[in-house]
């Protein structure tokens, strides 16, 4: 059964950093890209950064270009979201997600973790 | 960047109804679309890919269509657990983006 775990979310003031992880299992996780997903509270879905299944070719969000970084370590089937100079527009539920091989869409998605950005 | 765009934001509707939802690209993006379902406090789901793709375990009521920009999900019998919000997403290029929603609310 495939599972994706986030981790790590919290109350962080402006300016302040965080470190989101997903933790995944039930499938080879280094035969796959992963993304991270956002909804702000009461708002839509947000697509905020991808990363290849080696690890390369990020891609990000001009929203959070600069201030994020995406990682990955597939000895311990680990997707990472290292957000810096957080600001209050970033709060939302961060959403890890698993891409379908050879395309862009999510076919699974773990649960969620909240991010609050207030002082 | 490509802009997508859900119409309605809003449908009322009953159980039993046949519901379409369409949505737009701001350029042609082939069927690089998914659909997805999200309920209230949980993550989301995908129902179609490739514009017309059923995912593995969806009920074959939830069906796709469309290709370059004009796309519609269609519910042919809307059932109490479809009452839900719906987003489409491209997938064709970068920065993927998603449409702003539908939210189908019981009439």
């Given at each position: 059964?495939?599972?994706?775990?986030?981790?790590?979310?919290?109350?962080?003031?402006?300016?302040?950093?965080?470190?989101?992880s997903?933790?995944?299992?039930?499938?080879?996780?280094?035969?796959?890209?992963?993304?991270?997903?956002?909804?702000?509270?009461?708002?839509g879905?947000?697509?905020?950064?991808?990363?290849?299944?080696?690890?390369?070719?990020?891609?990000?969000?001009?929203s959070?270009?600069?201030?994020?970084?995406i990682?990955?370590?597939?000895?311990?089937?680990?997707?990472?979201?290292?957000?810096?100079?957080l600001?209050?527009?970033?709060?939302?539920?961060?959403?890890?997600?698993?891409?379908?091989?050879?395309?862009?869409?999510?076919d699974?998605?773990?649960?969620?973790?909240?991010?609050?950005?207030?002082? | 960047?490509?802009?997508?765009?859900q119409?309605?934001?809003?449908?009322?509707?009953?159980?039993?109804?046949?519901?379409?939802?369409?949505?737009?690209?701001?350029?042609?993006?082939?069927?690089?679309?998914?659909?997805?379902?999200?309920?209230?406090?949980?993550?989301?789901?995908?129902l179609?890919?490739?514009?017309?793709?059923?995912?593995?375990?969806?009920?074959?009521?939830?069906?796709?269509?469309?290709?370059?920009?004009?796309?519609?999900l269609?519910?042919?019998?809307?059932q109490?657990?479809?009452?839900?919000?719906?987003y489409?997403?491209q997938?064709?290029?970068?920065?993927?983006s998603?449409g702003?929603?539908?939210?189908?609310?019981?009439?």
């Amino acid at each position: 059964e495939v599972q994706l775990l986030e981790s790590g979310g919290g109350l962080v003031q402006p300016g302040g950093s965080l470190r989101l992880s997903c933790a995944a299992s039930g499938f080879t996780f280094t035969n796959f890209a992963m993304s991270w997903v956002r909804q702000a509270p009461g708002k839509g879905l947000e697509w905020v950064s991808d990363i290849s299944d080696s690890g390369d070719s990020p891609y990000y969000a001009d929203s959070v270009k600069g201030r994020f970084t995406i990682s990955r370590d597939n000895s311990k089937n680990t997707l990472y979201l290292q957000m810096n100079s957080l600001r209050a527009e970033d709060t939302a539920v961060y959403y890890c997600a698993k891409i379908m091989v050879t395309t862009n869409y999510f076919d699974f998605w773990g649960h969620g973790t909240l991010v609050t950005v207030s002082s | 960047d490509i802009q997508m765009t859900q119409s309605p934001s809003t449908l009322s509707a009953s159980v039993g109804d046949r519901v379409t939802i369409t949505c737009r690209a701001s350029q042609s993006i082939s069927s690089w679309l998914a659909w997805y379902q999200q309920k209230p406090g949980k993550a989301p789901k995908v129902l179609i890919y490739k514009a017309s793709s059923l995912e593995s375990g969806v009920p074959s009521r939830f069906s796709g269509s469309g290709s370059g920009t004009e796309f519609s999900l269609t519910i042919s019998s809307l059932q109490p657990d479809d009452f839900a919000t719906y987003y489409c997403q491209q997938y064709n290029s970068y920065p993927l983006s998603f449409g702003g929603g539908t939210k189908v609310e019981i009439k």
